[in-house]
């Protein structure tokens, strides 16, 4: 016999998706936080953004975001499910399209927006974040 969801069940296993701490989030974070970097964490950017960033720099400039594969349409990974697909497909097109307003909004104000797929390593994403953060130390030291 075929299991299936009811809407119920859906909603249920909907709200366990966490929002923030994720298991790569986790990893970045341990990672920064042992190379002495300091970050605030769910936070937009700047007051009324009206977004919010997994990682935010703020004296630096630099919103982090690591994005999951299903909510974010990873073009390795997605698969869009079958019931209520329609629905579904709008909603991720839908997501994919903020994530490029907020990276342009960012961008326009003078920001670096940094994104990470969560397939991705989060050892080498952390690498990478903390180069990009120490560059801007390095430039402000310069002009000062």
């Known amino acids: 016999m075929i299991h299936q969801e009811t809407p119920a069940m859906t909603t249920a296993r909907m709200r ?18 042992h190379l002495g970097l300091r970050y605030r964490v769910d936070v937009e950017p700047w ?10 720099f703020r004296r630096e400039r630099i919103a982090i975001f690591v994005d999951g594969c299903f909510w974010h349409g990873c073009p390795l990974h997605y698969v869009s499910p079958k019931r209520n697909g329609d629905w579904w497909r709008s ?54």
Do not use: Y
């Open 16 to 33: 366990k998706v966490r929002r923030r701490d994720t298991p790569a989030e986790l990893v970045i974070r341990r990672h920064l936080t």
């Open 47 to 56: 007051p009324g953004f009206r977004r919010r960033a997994d990682i935010v």
């Open 91 to 144: 909603k991720i097109t839908s997501n994919v399209r903020k994530d490029g307003e907020v990276a342009a909004s960012l961008t326009t104000n003078g920001w670096s927006c940094l994104r990470f797929w969560t397939h991705s390593d989060m050892d080498d994403a952390a690498q990478d974040i903390a180069r990009r953060v120490k560059s801007v130390h390095r430039t402000v030291a310069v002009k000062v």
